[in-house]
C-alpha cells in the first residue's frame, strides 16, 4: 500500500538554529497534510498543501509541496522551545484514509 | 468547544479481558478514526467509519471491533486483550471525504495490557 517515508526520524538542534523534516512519497500524492504533536499530547493540524509546487509560510514555519507531488518539507527558522515535539506528515490517498509518516521528533536545546 | 473526547485517559488490563473505548465528537462530523500510536511506528489506521452505521477497516484491524451506531459516537472495542495491544489509542474525526479534510484529534487512551 501506499506509504510515506519521513527523515530524519530524530532531530537534536541548539535554540536558534533551523530545522527541516522532509517527507517522500514512491506514489504521486493528492494533497499533504501535516500535524505536531508535543510531547503527552495529541497530533494537532497545521496546514494541508494542495497544489503542484506550492509553497505556505505559517510565521517561523515553511512549508513546501513538490512540483511531482511526491515529497514535502517543513522547515522551522530559529528554532524556540516551544517547537519541541513530533512532527508528522499525512498523505491523502483520494479516498477515506490518511497515510502518516513516522515522525520526526525534534530536540531543541536552550 | 469540547471537540473530540475520549474516555477513559488511562486503563490497565490483564491479558484475555474486554474492554470498550469510547469517542465522542459534537462537531457534527461525518468521519471518525481510531489510531493506535506505537513508539517510532507513527500512527496507524485501526478502523474508520464514513458515516453513522458504517464501519471499514484499516491497515490493523486484527483484534478490534468498532461500531457507530450514532454519528456522534465511535466506539473501539478489544474482545480478548492482548499484551501486543498496550499502546496509545487515538480517535480523530473529519467533517467530509477523509483524505481531503484536517483531522481533529482527542487526547488519547493510554493502554496497558499485562
Known amino acids: 500500500g501506499q506509504q510515506v517515508m519521513q527523515i530524519p526520524q530524530y532531530q537534536h538542534v541548539q535554540e536558534g538554529e533551523d530545522f527541516t523534516t522532509y517527507c517522500n512519497s514512491s506514489?504521486?500524492?493528492?494533497?499533504i497534510q501535516w500535524y505536531k504533536q508535543r510531547p503527552g499530547g495529541h497530533p494537532v493540524f497545521l496546514i494541508q498543501?494542495?497544489?503542484?509546487?506550492e509553497v505556505k509560510k505559517q510565521k517561523r514555519l515553511t512549508f513546501q509541496f513538490g512540483e511531482a507531488k511526491k515529497n514535502s518539507s517543513l522547515h522551522i527558522t530559529a528554532t524556540q522551545t516551544t517547537d519541541v515535539g513530533t512532527y508528522f506528515c499525512?498523505?491523502?490517498?483520494?479516498?477515506?484514509?490518511?497515510?502518516f509518516g513516522a515522525g520526526t521528533r525534534l530536540f531543541v536545546k536552550a | 468547544n469540547a471537540g473530540v473526547t475520549q474516555t477513559p485517559k488511562f486503563r490497565v488490563l490483564k491479558t484475555g479481558q474486554s474492554m470498550t473505548l469510547l469517542c465522542a465528537q459534537d462537531?457534527?462530523?461525518?468521519?471518525m478514526y481510531w489510531y493506535r500510536q506505537d513508539p517510532g511506528m507513527g500512527l496507524r489506521l485501526i478502523h474508520y467509519?464514513?458515516?453513522?452505521?458504517?464501519?471499514a477497516k484499516g491497515e490493523v484491524p486484527d483484534g478490534y471491533n468498532v461500531s457507530r451506531l450514532k454519528k456522534q459516537n465511535f466506539l473501539l472495542g478489544l474482545e480478548s486483550a492482548a499484551p501486543s495491544q498496550t499502546s496509545v489509542y487515538f480517535c480523530?474525526?473529519?467533517?467530509?471525504?477523509?483524505?481531503?479534510?484536517?483531522?481533529?484529534f482527542g487526547d488519547g487512551t493510554r493502554l496497558s495490557i499485562l
Open positions: 499525512a498523505s491523502g490517498t483520494g479516498g477515506f484514509k490518511t497515510i
Open positions: 506514489t504521486t500524492l493528492s494533497n
Open positions: 467509519s464514513v458515516g453513522e452505521g458504517t464501519t
Open positions: 462537531m457534527n462530523h461525518e468521519y
Open positions: 498543501l494542495v497544489k503542484s509546487g
Open positions: 480523530a474525526s473529519s467533517y467530509s471525504s477523509g483524505s481531503n479534510q484536517p483531522q481533529h
